[in-house]
Structure formats: C-alpha cells, structure tokens
C-alpha cells in the first residue's frame, strides 16, 4: 500500500502544477506570446519536485488498494493530472497558433482605392 503522506506530497505538487498551468495559459491568451523566464523556470523547479515524488510512488511497496481514504486521495490525483493534460495540450496549441502567426509576413499589398487605380491607368494610357 502506498503511504498516505506520500501520495498526499504527490497530490500537493500536481495541485501546484495545475495552478501554473493555468498562470501559463492566462499569460498566453493575454499576452499571445511564450511565457517570460521566471514562469518557466518555476515550471521547471515544479517538474523536477514531480520527477522526485514519481520516484518515491514508484518505490513504494505495492499492495492492496489504499483504504476508502487513499483510494480517493489516489482519485482526486488522477482528475488533476488529466486538467492538467488538457491545459499543457491548450498551451501548446497556443504557442503554435502564436509562433506562426507572430513570424508571418503580410504577403499581400494593401489594396489601392479604386479612384487612384484609375488614374494611374489614365495617365500610362
């Protein structure tokens, strides 16, 4: 059975982990450009202290299927990881939507009005 205090450590990390997702995903739709240093190295800080509470699930014995308690600390942890998936999905997405079209050229010259058309054909005529 996986310790309590562990998978409620796991637990806190994913809930920190959700919360700057959704900092991230409120930068991107206000600012429509990739996140600034300090946001992604506190990503960084975050995964890591996830990497080290994945470790410590993983060695944890196995057995039985934690009582009523653990059973819905294990639930309620697996809900946060997939919003957290479906928010790192949507950043991506943003930042894709975002690199192509803040590097895209105006291929097309504005349009002239039709008055001043005329009177460059008049005049070549």
């Known amino acids: 059975m996986i310790p309590l205090e562990t998978l ?39 995964l890591e202290r996830l ?20 059973r819905q600390a294990l639930d309620r942890t697996r809900e946060r990881i997939l919003q957290i998936l479906q928010l790192d999905r949507e950043n991506e997405q943003l930042l894709l939507r975002f690199s192509l079209t803040g590097n895209r050229v105006s291929a097309t010259t504005p349009a002239l009005p039709v008055g ?4 460059i054909y008049q005049r070549h005529a």
């Not at 990497?51 to 653990?70: C, I, K, Q, S, V």
């Not at 001043?116 to 009177?119: A, G, I």
């Open 8 to 46: 409620q450590q796991h637990q806190q990390v994913c809930d920190e982990l959700h919360a700057l997702t959704v900092e991230e995903n409120r930068f991107l739709q206000q600012h429509h450009r990739a996140p600034d240093g300090p946001l992604l190295e506190r990503k960084r800080v975050l």
């Open 51 to 70: 990497e080290e509470t994945l470790a410590t699930l993983r060695a944890a014995p196995r057995g039985d299927a934690a009582g009523g308690t653990g």
């Open 116 to 119: 001043m058309l005329q009177k």
